[in-house]
């Protein structure tokens, strides 16, 4: 009987539940926070608000509210693992052994870098994209919104799953990438890289979903008048980094497809030995890899754009290069990806080319440094807090390229390679790049959202510890890398003298703790006080772009009226021109938008479910799950229409209730 | 009263102007999703390319690719594409009885295909030259099985989309639905010609 049973359940027993200290602690603090929450909503009785207001909402500007809340929760997970690993580098050290397992710390590392990519900086990413992007170019929606919304569950299934694999079974402990013949089936045995595989390839594919949603968005819903090159920059960016995504996202889904091949079926793909090539999986996983490094940073360098000019009150200087200066990093980034391991072996011809090609791609980028700063240059500069994150970016970001530009040259990076020097190296671009440019992004768009400021005075307090923490955390690194520490350790003998620089790195990444919690501690009191921070003109910053032009928190239409746009900084033109009384009196119309649905949450709850059973192969569920999945999707394409129309009077009352004092919207 | 009669009419051409927006939005989003589709064929590709000489001790292409037969499974599918083809020109036109007759054939024509794919795969299996034998067999196995896959996907599409015609009639929508199938399906026929002739032709003269 039990036999069966097990039978029925595939590889998943009792033992895949946890059972050391540490693991069962992380395991309790997470379920407890989740049924805490589940305790709170259910206490409230905020279920069917939730789900018939925010799950199953096709408003970009709600999804892009859920994509940061999860991003922000992934923050903070991916920052214990964070805090771990630096608490063990700290520690374990001569005859001391530190707090974790070397199993432990690898899996701790491996998932710290998973979270950290796909499901903080992805997430922030996407989530800024869903909030501003439709209300920069004027329109009231995202192309396909019911795509939008199966993305963003499609992700928070991915989240899931790797969360899961903290209390049932056990996480990769292959790197964040997983290279062969490591993450094959013979050197790891357990569910981990499975784990891994389909929490990225069910994330992913929700990633390359939105990828084509934004860039159907941009080049069709335009406002009427907005050329191309009349486009906000942030748009610009967005635009660069989902051409991109398509055109790599696709290399990771056949890559991880491949492994999990390896993994199932036995083919010989990346195995050491029947004719595989452990190589290959390397040069594919990095030609998604690299591309993917500037999806992330491209949409920051967009919201640094936008930050700089306005608080600059000045048009960005250089626009036309800087849009070049993305075309050239899109194309760039293509041909760069080999610089992740010049000690692979492929000689002093291939190692050259792709040298030179990343010492090249540093051009556009510093071009983008240059306009930056010539945009500051003899501006009217406001220091609010969005501003105080893009001059710690510019100049921890240069120092990071720099390193970058280092380890182009393929004979030194045979001593930087694997090195914590590399480590502090990608950390420098993605947290001061990414992390800096989408926490300006959430300070500078967050009252056109909910209608209220940030508190200024605890996010210049978040910044400067992260400021302090981040060069504190990882200079020592830099260093540390010189000397000779290869990253991923978790012992190292006493005699090399390291230990001082990394109880230095520990403090730092205390100090961005701090950092975090003071972020939360901001979301919390400017709730509290918003009635002293709220944004009535809807325009808080006296912004250039066209999502100033409407009220703070934008309507769920966006725009009673489509704007009409006839220059760059369309918004800035219109608070020049004299003012228009004839404005006023256009008519109101009925506008068409998309009904709410759950099918988006269904599909991706089927998605789940297939990931979870190919884990543990349980065959037969998963099919019946991929059964529902396609039962799902045609049911959803059998209705032809999934409209509703806001009717002209209804517009015409939600405006008018605006105008007297938004309080009551 | 007219002025009002005026004004409904105009709402009406704006909703008209926003539905088509919305087609075209459909159409460009869906060549864009063949894009990425084609990327995820030139990774496997690009696999193939660099494990064909990998047989490990097992056949290389030149020993088991039939040619006659896989000649007649391309002569297969490329009439099907044809008929395909044919299919959407009726739609367009609303004959909704040659509609049904030609994406038929067109279905017949793809299971055939489907069917001769599968029959080979097993004789290679059985053969003892299945995916595990060998990094070339892998790749061979997962170029051509995810090609098949997207055959079963449009196979199983395009059943649907004919229950639904026959249920209901040739709306804009549906004609717009069945141009976007025939681009799937046309997309795969392309796809074929490059498996046809990098894995198998070049395969048969041991390139």
């Given at each position: 009987m039990i036999g069966a049973f097990a039978n029925i359940l595939g590889?998943?027993?009792?033992?895949?539940f946890p059972h050391d200290p540490i693991t069962i602690g992380g395991a309790v603090f997470m379920v407890g926070s989740f049924l805490a929450v589940m305790g709170m909503v259910t206490y409230f009785k905020r279920w069917k608000w939730l789900w018939k207001?925010?799950?199953?909402?096709?408003d970009p500007k709600k999804i892009g509210v859920m994509y940061m809340v999860v991003a922000l929760v992934m923050l903070v997970r991916g920052g214990i693992d964070a805090l771990m690993m630096r608490a063990q580098q700290a520690t374990s050290v001569g005859a001391s052994h530190g707090i974790l397992s070397s199993n432990h710390f690898q899996q701790v590392f491996s998932a710290h870098g998973t979270i950290m990519i796909f499901f903080v900086a992805m997430g922030l990413m996407f989530g800024l994209i869903n909030l501003v992007l439709p209300l920069q170019l004027g329109?009231?929606?995202?192309?396909?919104p019911f795509l939008n919304s199966m993305a963003f569950w499609l992700f928070v299934a991915g989240m899931i799953l790797v969360n899961l694999s903290l209390f049932i079974g056990e996480f990769s402990a292959?790197?964040?990438?997983?290279?062969?013949p490591l993450s094959e089936l013979h050197y790891s045995p357990g569910v981990g890289v499975d784990y891994w595989i389909w929490s990225l390839q069910i994330a992913g594919i929700g990633s390359l979903l939105s990828g084509i949603n934004f860039l159907v968005t941009i080049f069709k819903m335009?406002?009427?008048?907005?050329t191309l090159m009349k486009m906000p920059m942030f748009a610009w960016s967005v635009l660069g980094a989902m051409t991109l995504v398509i055109f790599a996202f696709p290399i990771l889904t056949a890559t991880l497809a491949l492994l999990f091949l390896d993994r199932i079926?036995?083919?010989?793909?990346?195995?050491?030995?029947?004719?595989?090539?452990?190589m290959m999986y390397v040069n594919l996983i990095w030609a998604w890899g690299h591309p993917e490094v500037y999806i992330l940073i491209l949409p920051a360098f967009g919201v640094f754009s936008e930050v700089v000019a306005t608080f600059s009150r000045?048009?960005?200087?250089?626009y036309k290069s800087m849009v070049w200066a993305i075309w050239a990093i899109v194309f760039l980034s293509f041909t760069v990806w080999l610089h992740h391991f010049?000690?692979?072996?492929?000689?002093a011809d291939v190692n050259a080319f792709f040298g030179i090609m990343t010492m090249i791609i540093a051009i556009p980028t510093g071009v983008k440094i240059f306009n930056w700063l010539f945009t500051m240059y003899r501006g009217n500069i406001h220091f609010a807090t969005p501003m105080l994150w893009f001059l710690g970016f510019i100049v921890l970001f240069t120092i990071g390229g720099v390193a970058g530009v280092l380890m182009a040259v393929p004979p030194a990076d045979f001593q930087f390679h694997n090195s914590l020097f590399l480590v502090a190296h990608f950390h420098t671009m993605i947290v001061s790049g990414v992390l800096f440019g989408d926490f300006a992004g959430i300070m500078y768009w967050f009252p056109k959202v909910f209608g209220f400021r940030l508190n200024e005075r605890l996010g210049k307090y978040a910044f400067f510890c992260w400021l302090v923490g981040f060069i504190l955390a990882f200079v020592p690194l830099y260093i540390l890398g010189l000397m000779g520490a290869t990253r991923r350790l978790d012992h190292y003998s006493a005699?090399?003298?390291?230990q001082p620089l990394f109880i230095v790195a520990g403090v730092g990444a205390l100090i961005i703790a701090l950092g975090v919690a003071l972020q939360i501690l901001q979301f919390i009191v400017s709730f509290v006080l918003r009635d002293n921070t709220?944004?009535?003109?809807?325009?808080p910053w006296n912004?250039?772009?066209?999502?100033?032009?409407?009220?703070?928190?934008?309507?769920?239409?966006?725009?009673a009226h489509i704007p009409e746009v006839s220059t760059k900084d369309a918004f800035w033109a219109m608070k020049q021109r004299p003012k228009n009384?004839?404005?006023?009196e256009l008519p109101y119309h009925d506008i068409v938008l998309p009904q709410n649905t759950g099918v988006g949450v269904y599909i991706a709850a089927g998605a789940f479910l297939f990931g979870f059973c190919m884990i543990w192969h349980i065959f037969w569920l998963a099919a019946l799950s991929l059964l529902g999945i396609i039962i799902l999707a045609v049911i959803r394409t059998s209705r032809d229409s999934h409209e509703q129309v806001v009717s002209a009077s209804m517009v015409e009352r939600i405006e008018a209730e605006r105008l007297r004092g938004g309080e009551a919207v | 009263m007219s002025q009002e009669a005026e004004a409904i009419a105009i709402e009406h051409l704006r909703h008209d102007t926003e539905r088509r927006a919305a087609s075209e939005k459909t159409l460009f989003g869906f060549w864009v999703y063949l894009m990425t589709d084609c990327v995820l064929f030139a990774s496997l590709f690009a696999t193939y390319a660099v494990l064909h000489h990998n047989t490990f001790g097992g056949p290389s292409g030149k020993q088991i690719f039939d040619m006659p037969y896989v000649l007649t499974e391309t002569l297969l599918l490329l009439t099907s594409s044809f008929t395909c083809g044919l299919g959407v020109l009726s739609a367009r036109r609303r004959d909704k009885r040659l509609v049904l007759v030609l994406f038929g054939i067109t279905l017949l024509l793809g299971a055939s295909f489907l069917g001769m794919e599968l029959s080979e795969f097993r004789n290679l299996a059985l053969a003892g030259?299945?995916?595990?034998?060998?990094g070339f067999l892998s790749s061979y196995f997962t170029l051509v099985g995810t090609h098949g896959l997207h055959i079963a996907i449009g196979l199983l599409w395009m059943a649907v989309m004919m229950v639904r015609v026959k249920r209901g009639h040739l709306s804009d929508n549906m004609v717009k639905r069945l141009t976007l199938l025939s681009l799937f399906w046309h997309f795969l026929d392309v796809i074929w010609i490059f498996i046809f002739t990098i894995v198998y032709l070049m395969g048969a003269l041991g390139v």
């Open positions: 590889r998943l027993t009792l033992n895949a207001d925010w799950f199953t909402s096709l329109a009231r929606d995202v192309a396909f292959a790197g964040w990438l997983a290279y062969p335009r406002a009427p008048g907005m079926l036995g083919t010989h793909f990346f195995t050491a030995g029947g004719g595989g090539n452990a000045k048009m960005l200087f250089g010049f000690t692979m072996g492929a000689g005699s090399l003298g390291w709220r944004d009535n003109t809807g325009d912004g250039r772009t066209l999502e100033w032009s409407t009220p703070s928190p934008a309507p769920f239409y966006n725009f009384e004839k404005d006023k | 030259n299945s995916w595990r034998r060998s």
